[in-house]
């Protein structure tokens, strides 16, 4: 092959060669965002994002190069889960550190925040803060990707100690506690009944089922008294009234209208 057409289809891959080559720290990167998580709902009027640090920008300070800045992520995290849901006072989130250096091969991550409560007159009535740190030892070829997976990483923990410090020290000025669920009611199986409620099966009393008319008290049954026994002069007789002669059943003898049948009185 001629020269002169190396030389052209050289030119030709050189920029797909280029392109090769940078394009591991190309990649896109997801932004780190926190609304998936449980909010953070505070009884104060509203909230405030303060940035009390700012990066130097210049070595050993390498946080530009990361695909999100710490600082960027913590403001995320207190927008995303900080919520206002009071009448009165404020909260300040303030990000007091948000560092990532550069030594060697080694990479220093480091992060703080603060939660205060103020009245509407400005005096502190609450406060909480939480810090991480982290570290990375090792090839920084793509330190974009390093600084990434870093800054992540942190987050993860400062999520985590965050919302712990203010369960700890903030717990009065959470409006979202869960209360434990309400255990079921069960009466023991020799527990006596409550007075006032009708008792079961003791003996001697009629037995009470509920009110045919529901809002309306209970009304027992009527109980009738026993039926009295004959007199032993009325017993119906079971013996011969005559020893040794077989018994004979008396004639019938229909009762007058007014009087009641009488049991010695047996029909044929």
Request: charged share 15%; aromatic share 8%.
């Amino acid at each position: 092959m001629p020269p002169a057409n190396l030389n052209r289809r050289f030119v030709l891959l050189l920029p797909l060669a280029l392109a090769a080559c940078g394009g591991n720290d190309e990649v896109a990167f997801d932004a780190l965002r926190y609304n998936d998580l449980p909010p953070i709902q505070l009884n104060v009027a509203s909230i405030k994002i303060e940035q009390r640090f700012v990066p130097s920008g210049v070595p050993p300070d390498v946080s530009n190069q990361a695909p999100s800045p710490p600082v960027e992520a913590l403001k995320a995290m207190a927008s995303d889960r900080l919520q206002a849901f009071g009448t009165a006072n404020q909260a300040v989130f303030a990000i007091l550190d948000a560092t990532l250096t550069r030594e060697g091969n080694v990479i220093l991550g480091s992060m703080a925040v603060s939660l205060t409560i103020l009245s509407d007159s400005g005096t502190q009535l609450g406060f909480a803060e939480a810090r991480v740190q982290s570290r990375h030892t090792g090839q920084l070829d793509h330190i974009r990707r390093v600084l990434y997976e870093l800054t992540k990483s942190m987050m993860i923990d400062m999520n985590i100690e965050f919302e712990y410090q203010i369960r700890r020290n903030l717990r009065t000025w959470l409006t979202n506690t869960v209360a434990p669920d309400t255990p079921v009611e069960q009466a023991p199986l020799n527990q006596s009944p409550s007075a006032g409620q009708p008792q079961y099966g003791q003996p001697g009393q009629p037995y009470r089922s509920q009110s045919d008319q529901p809002g309306q008290p209970y009304q027992p049954q009527q109980t009738y008294p026993p039926t009295p026994a004959y007199p032993p002069s009325q017993a119906y007789p079971l013996t011969s009234p005559n020893p040794g002669q077989p018994y004979q059943q008396p004639p019938y003898q229909a009762p007058p209208p007014d009087q009641p049948y009488s049991p010695t009185q047996s029909p044929q």
